[in-house]
């Protein structure tokens, strides 16, 4: 059974996009993953609106105080095993904001984070290359043991 | 629309306001009054009366020290006139604009929580862009606020406590529901809470709470040299970046009195023209997707990229471009860059046949859109919207022609206006307007000049002030920035389009179906990166 779930969550990542005060440079991009040119459904990637179905949370931007306790309320709502990808500049380390009187400055300020994919904003191909850098990172590792691989 | 010579207009504003105020032609705009802060109301009158279009721009408020300068800008004939005052810094009251333009609701609430200025009258001065546990008597854009680990203070505690929203039944009618959509919500691509009061299928009340994207840029501007604030501000907004560079920029030059090289003219307006194809592409296509069209959403998206591409050839990257700089651009046109540009424009003109066609014929689409969100023009006005928002209710308004930048004065094009005002008339502008934009590119690179792409300006600016307006893809685009003599600006304003056309949706979508928030609210094209800044 535990392999079954394993091979499904490989094969068919169900991802939540949340921007946490992204200046939507990175946003459109992880939305442009969707359209056709980059059409990350054919790698079973499936944006999920929804943060109890999702198994990897795609976090954008700076984390400004205002949206650091939802960022962390959508991470709580996340069934186990869940990932967090911390999209761009910002998401990383705070970017050109960094040290703003709102702005706290990074993902893992507030949640683990998986896999960083820098860059402002990054490619889509950035992206999914990062998205697939976790997920072979897991495939390789124990079922369920949670892993910390930097893309 | 013609444009009025500065003489005559501010003989007009002479003659009008008289010895009420002082009179500084050819200051921040066309002319700046100088009032004492009880006359505000009146003179702000007076130039409301002096044209039917008259609206609120933007509020600056900026510490001087001992007290604070507000400075109202006021658009009237098309042109940027500031109303100048100040009020004492331990008793920073002022009578209220609201009641007189609803345009200035948002503004007076931006400049009590940022700067502490108490408006007298407002309807309701409660929090517009800070958090709601922020210390009540910290103003984050006075000069002598300490905000040095204010934030990771109250992170902390914030991150405990228990969420604070709950489904909330309204005690004057229990009928009334109330809905809570976002910060984090399917339809929204931002973080924003917007409270709806439902009665059954219609909204009765709509209460936004924007500030989840405001990341203190105007600040953050105050501590970086004038060069640095270029990258910072063009990350106000992965969208319109480039408009945002350029009105700083351009606020800069002004300051500096650069005169920009007639090639980088150019450059620049095929940069800003590729912001608003890609812009309105990919609300054009967001919109297929609120109104349950999702194969709409994918077309459009995918003849959205060979633009992506054309910014990235110019410039070296698809979304932040970067190109633009104090006294010119970047990068240089290359010449055989020019043949790759004209294809893929000449592909989605063809492309364009397709999707004009859809919209205007599809019926499904104009169910959807058609009689939706109407705002009047006289609303329109009122509520001082502008961009394609505005030009979908009838207001002749596009800075491009108004006060050209750029090289936007050597070319010909038409203004997109319609007259229904509706959410279908909102989204034809833009479809019209990316015909225009294609044509404005051909004949930019049809006509572009030889010559020094930029020239090379000094790091400290002299002291000064200067306002500047670029025409955004959602609208006017209003930046002031204010130099003190060194290499860090003294205080930097940004006024986006968004943060204007936020009351329109609020108007429109009380009265409609529930159904209809969606659509509507994208129909603005809303962009709260820009808003919240």
Redesign the interface.
């Known amino acids: 059974m535990k392999s079954l779930t394993m091979w499904a969550r490989l094969k068919s990542p169900w991802v939540l996009?949340?921007?946490?005060?992204?200046?939507?440079?990175?946003?459109?991009?992880v939305?442009?993953l969707l359209?056709?040119?980059y059409d990350v459904e054919r790698f079973g990637i499936k944006l999920e609106?929804?943060?109890r179905h999702a198994d990897v949370l795609l976090t954008t931007?700076?984390v400004?105080?205002?949206?650091?306790?939802?960022l962390?309320?959508?991470y709580d709502q996340m069934p186990e095993p869940k990932f967090v990808v911390a999209i761009g500049a910002c998401a990383c380390s705070g970017?050109?904001?960094k040290?703003?009187?709102?702005?706290?400055g990074g993902v893992d300020?507030?949640v683990p984070v998986n896999a960083y994919i820098p860059g402002?904003?990054p490619?889509p191909e950035a992206i999914i290359d990062g998205v697939v850098k976790l997920l072979s990172s897991l495939e390789s590792s124990k079922p369920e043991a949670k892993t910390s691989a930097s893309a | 629309m013609p444009v009025p010579d500065q003489d005559s207009l501010v003989s007009v504003l002479q003659h009008k306001i008289g010895t009420v105020g002082n009179i500084l032609p050819g200051q921040l705009g066309k002319a700046t009054i100088q009032i004492e802060s009880a006359l505000n109301r009146k003179v702000i009158q007076i130039l409301l009366e002096n044209d039917d279009g008259a609206c609120i721009i933007a509020l600056t408020g900026l510490d001087l020290g001992e007290k604070i300068g507000l400075m109202y800008h006021i658009r009237t004939k098309g042109l940027v006139v500031t109303v100048k005052t100040e009020v004492s810094k331990e008793d920073p009251k002022i009578a209220t604009i609201t009641d007189i333009i609803p345009g200035a609701n948002f503004h007076e609430r931006e400049a009590a929580d940022l700067l502490g200025v108490v408006f007298e009258g407002h309807p309701n001065l409660s929090r517009l862009v800070?958090?709601e546990d922020?210390p009540k008597d910290l103003y984050?854009l006075r000069k002598d606020a300490k905000?040095e680990g204010?934030?990771?203070k109250?992170?902390d505690s914030?991150?405990n406590?228990q969420?604070e929203v709950k489904m909330q039944q309204s005690q004057t009618d229990s009928r009334l529901v109330n809905i809570i959509v976002g910060?984090?919500?399917?339809a929204l691509?931002?973080?924003e809470k917007f409270s709806l009061k439902v009665d059954g299928e219609t909204v009765m009340d709509v209460e936004p709470r924007i500030?989840?994207?405001?990341?203190?840029?105007e600040?953050?501007a105050e501590q970086r040299t004038y060069l640095q604030d270029v990258?910072?501000i063009e990350?106000?907004?992965?969208?319109c970046?480039s408009c945002h560079a350029l009105t700083f920029v351009g606020a800069v030059e002004k300051i500096l009195k650069t005169e920009v090289p007639d090639r980088a003219r150019y450059i620049r307006t095929i940069i800003l023209e590729l912001n608003r194809l890609h812009s309105h592409l990919?609300v054009l296509g967001h919109a297929g997707l609120e109104i349950g069209y999702e194969t709409l959403?994918?077309y459009m998206?995918?003849d959205r990229?060979p633009i992506m591409d054309l910014t990235e050839l110019l410039t070296g990257n698809?979304?932040?471009s970067s190109s633009m700089t104090i006294g010119g651009v970047r990068r240089d046109l290359k010449e055989e860059d020019v043949p790759k540009i004209k294809t893929q424009l000449a592909i989605l003109r063809k492309k364009m046949d397709f999707y004009q066609n859809l919209y205007r014929n599809e019926r499904s689409l104009k169910m959807r859109t058609q009689n939706v969100g109407i705002l009047s023009k006289d609303d329109a006005i009122k509520l001082c919207v502008v961009g394609p928002v505005a030009r979908a209710s009838g207001v002749l308004t596009d800075v491009r022609k108004d006060e050209p930048y750029a090289a936007y004065g050597e070319i010909p094009f038409k203004i997109i206006t319609r007259t229904e005002g509706d959410t279908f008339a909102r989204l034809i502008v833009r479809l019209d307007e990316i015909d225009e934009s294609i044509n404005i590119i051909e004949y930019t690179l049809d006509n572009m000049p030889s010559g020094p792409y930029r020239v090379r300006v000094p790091r400290i600016v002299v002291a000064g002030e200067a306002v500047n307006r670029v025409e955004a893809p959602r609208g006017e685009l209003f930046h002031y920035v204010k130099s003190n003599g060194t290499a860090y600006p003294e205080r930097v304003k940004v006024r986006t389009p968004t943060f204007a056309n936020i009351p329109a949706f609020l108007k429109t979508a009380i009265g409609g179906s529930i159904a209809d928030v969606p659509a509507n609210f994208v129909s603005l094209d809303p962009?709260f990166?820009c808003t919240d800044r």
Do not use: M
């Not at chain 2, 910060?183 to 399917?186: A, I, M, S, Y």
């Not at chain 2, 500030?211 to 840029?217: E, K, P, T």
């Open positions: 996009h949340f921007n946490s005060g992204a200046c939507n440079g990175c946003d459109i991009e939305v442009a359209t056709p040119r609106p929804s943060p931007g700076v400004t105080r205002q949206c650091a306790e939802r962390k309320r959508i970017g050109v904001f040290g703003n009187y709102t702005v706290l300020k507030v402002c904003p490619k | 800070l958090p922020w984050p905000l204010v934030s990771s109250l992170a914030q991150c406590t969420p910060p984090q919500h399917p691509l931002e973080p500030g989840y994207v405001h990341r203190g840029v600040k953050a990258y910072l990350r106000i907004c992965g969208i970046n990919l959403f994918q998206w995918r990229e698809r979304v932040i962009c990166s």
